[in-house]
């Protein structure tokens, strides 16, 4: 079969040509394992030498109509571009400068200066910094290398114009792009992309890149950037070769060529692809030949497989019979149900009628009981009446019976009383027979006496216990002390704790700052580093960025800055949102601070220099926390003095300049006094616990862990000293104790003693008296035995009427009883019916509650049977759908079949199980079943229908790259011959002015482009020389010339040459200078970088041209130097 041929329209400058490309597919088809070669160039014999000519004739006239319309628009005059120039370039620390800004004027500049003063180091820059590598500068071999000496880093910054609707990201950078490279000694580089404001967009080299391929900025290519060592090769040692080579790389036909190149190499890799892919069809079809023939072996069992597939039909249907024998059983279960309802609906009607009755009876009872109580009402309100009579008289009997026995008392009272008389009576007369006078004197001198010792043991009795208030205050005031002492030494335990434990944590920590900031403080700052959503990156935390010059203050100060070193520093209102939001998200939400950047001047505003502040004890890296420390904390105006006393005389004294507030150490280590000027003018003083946790400032650690060391030394001795305080005043307060207590035993002792000297003197003054003769004493006792005994004859009168009376009433009680007793008679028979009405009551109130459970009984099995007769009915509706779904699915499966008498499911399976084992045994011998060898081959059969898809796509996709790669050829080759003619035009125009004559001559087989110049124009017939026989300054105008016309064939924005009149005559240099200037003008909008060492007086100023000379500058001193504009 012949190649197949296919014809692709290509559209080109309006016209349509037919191009015919032979497919690739016939070569790869042979069995030939020989890789294939194919060729996309243009075959010669399509193309002839009359065509080549006629297109050279038509670009060198389009050449000419170009230039003629370029020379018309020289009249109209330059501008510039309005974005994808260089405004400035900075250099830090850079080759021989220190510091080097330089601004770039738009149109055309000239860099002039002697040798060495840096001029090259200009484009060096601006290589560098837009990305390009430092082996394309040919002044170095790395990055490193440009770095000045005695220098470690160096940074590049270029300034790109960035205006109008045409900019790059303008609403994101601004009117300008700030490009800047930042490298070092180590090895390290980066880049930072900044908008016109300064602010910082972007650190991927990836985004300067897609800025550059914006502009075409083509940095790497020798032509857009003329080194010296490059312009100095092209200029004056350039070969045809190295010629074309540049004019290759300068018009990125190279670039082009090394494209087509790849796209070569990739359709050879496809066409080795689709030969391989060619073998695998075979393969595959060789497979699916052996799957058919395997599965038409399978095919002679299908006896066996009908069978098995009835009795699978009849397993199926075998179900279906057994859901319909199961739902015609409901039948009779529903009729059962039925009689079963019926019967209990009769029992539960006889149950209902029982309850009516008991329902009767119950009400009845209930009638009987409350009349029976009706009748108890009134004897029992008789029987209260009868029980009051009762009561009134068993009241009257007991009153006499007491009268009676009062009386009875009396009379042995007055019976005692004349005894008593009778026997005084006696006593008297004896005692007067016996009456002698010394015996009275002596018990007088003995009672003196006695009240002598009662006097003196009342005074010791009240001097003991006054003492006892003075004993008790000395106990309280001891158990006061100790109770203070106890609360003491408990603080002082704490605070020894904490310090301990403040110690452990300095020594556990040491050098882990971050260990005194919130647990999630490391992530959160993580967060933020990778955050780059910022406007500006948040500053913290705070602490982070001070340094503790004197750690003495450590524990005041940090105490005194509290959260405020834990906070965080923004200067928008949307960086703080963002912020906050990524607080709450890392679980450390902390203070954030919103300022601007502006910095802050303390100068004049701080106290006398003899005085040490926090702002002086203290080091701020960062100009936005020291202003904050200033203005919320007053750092700059907190003077510190050690010693407490002399803070309070130096606030006293008088009020100190620009200070505000004061701290000094207090007694306990670490705790603070703070002293401060009140509104009006006062001086207040309060008091400032000591810090407590790790240290958040930057300092010395060591000197803390001394520190603390020295106070927990300090602490120990003080908890020491308050224990032994301790003991002692316990030992005092136990010791009182023991005194109050004697004191007690005394008081009680000295009493028990003034008590009996009392009773002494008491017994001793009855004894007087009883001794003392008093006149008519017998008569008086005398006189009391006669009134006893009339009183005791009125005594036994009023005993005799009180028995009358006590006789009567005993009478009437009687008669009461009775009428009580008569009473309880007839109240207990009436009780006795009511008990018995009640026992009716209860017996009916239990039969109708028997009834009524019963009746509920009866009629919750009514409920229960027509409930379960509803499951039932349920289930057979269930069941119904069941059989109807079984009998769906079994109707999709296969049409109803008739099963065999008594077979059932089992019986089925294990027929089925023989007849499958027969079927496996045959299915093994050809290599499986028939589902198996079937979907074998159909998985063969489509993986040829893929294996052939594939190739034909990859047929068709070379096909089409083979079409465009050829048609790309062309259009590359008609380019190549366009820029080629347009350079011609270009260099005869640029030679004619000065009455050159001559050609480019471009050999595109041989890659060679060389001149042919003619100083002379006289000389007609003279077709030209070869630079090889031109003067140097004619030489290097012809190439001036050659450059130029190059230039003009690029598109990039920026050109950049160095030293391009080294070799020239003052008058070619003029000439070349003049040249170079006019066709910068007519290039509209590009930028022109030109170096020379040359003075550039011959030069008329004009607006677009900027003359910039550098100044000699001094090595190993930084130097920034101004450039006056020309």
Known sequence: MAPAKRQRSAEDDGETVIIEVESARSGLQEASRKKPRVSY????????DDDHDSEEERFQEQATQYLSQQRIKKTLGNHPAENGIIESVTCTNFMCHGYLEIGIGPLINFIIGHNGSGKSAILTAITICLGGKATATNRGQ??????????????LS??????????????????????????????????????STGRLISTRKADLDDICDYYALQIDNPMNVLTQD????????????????????GTQLEHLDGDYLIVEQNLETMDQDLWKKLEDLKVFEERAEKARERLRQSEKQENLRQRIETFKNMQIWVQVEHEEKRLAAYDSKLVRMGEQIQALDMTAAGLDESFSQTEQRLEQATRAVEDSKNAVTPLQEGKDRAKVELDRFKAEQLALHTEQRTIADEIKAAEARIEKAENDIVEEQKRLSDADGGAHDLRRAEIEEKREEVVTAKRKFRECVDEFPILEDSRDRANRESEDLLEELKAKKVDLQQCNDRLKSLLRDRGQQQQGYPPNMPRLVNAIRQD????????????????????????ILEKSFGGALNSFIVTSKQDQNRLSDLMQRNGCVCHILITDNSTINTTGKEPDGRFETALRAIEIDNELVKKQLVINQGIDQTILIQDRGEAIDTMKRARLRNVKQCFSFNIKPGEAVRLA????????????PAFMGSPRMKTDVEYQINAQRDALQTLQSDFDKLERMSGEKRSYLRSCEQAIAKQKKEVMRLKINVQQAETMVDELQDALEEDSVEEGRLESLKQQLEEAREEKIGHEASYEESVVAKDKNRGSLEKARN?????????????????????????CVNQRSSALTEMNTAHERVQAAKEELETIKEEQEELVRVVQDFTMKADELCPRVPVEHGATYDSLSRKMFKLQKDLKDAERRVGGSREDLARIAATAVQAVEQASHDVRSIEDLAQLLKLTLVNRRERWKRFQRHITARARVQFMYLLSERGFRGQLQANHKEKKLDLQVEPDETLKENKGRKTMTLSGGEKSFSTICLLLSLWEAMGAPIRCLDEFDVFMDPVNRQISMGMIIQAARRSV????ILITPQSMSSIDPQEDVKVIKMADPERGKQTRIAFPSA
């Open 142 to 155: 790395s990055l490193k290398s440009f770095i000045k000496e005695g220098e470690e880093s160096s940074m």
């Open 1085 to 1088: 909008g590009k930028q022109f």
């Open 41 to 48: 160039e243009i075959p010669e014999a399509e193309v002839s």
């Open 230 to 249: 490059m312009a100095r090769q092209f200029l004056n040692n350039s070969t045809p070769s190295d010629k074309y080579k540049f004019f290759m790389k």
């Open 677 to 688: 000027y009140g509104h009006g003018g006062g001086l207040s003083q309060s008091y400032q």
């Open 819 to 843: 009428e009580m007793a008569k009473i309880d008679a007839q109240l207990e028979e009436a009780e006795a019916k009511v008990l018995k009405a009640e026992s009716k009551l209860t017996r």
């Open 158 to 195: 270029v300034k790109i114009k960035n205006t109008t609707d045409s900019a790059y990201q303008q609403d994101v950078y601004g009117d300008s792009i700030i490009v800047e490279r930042h490298f070092s000694r180590s090895g390290s580089s980066s880049f930072k992309l900044k908008s």
């Open 532 to 555: 780059d959503g910022f406007q500006q990156k948040p500053i913290g935390p705070l602490g982070t960025h001070v340094r503790l010059l004197k750690p003495l203050w450590s524990s």
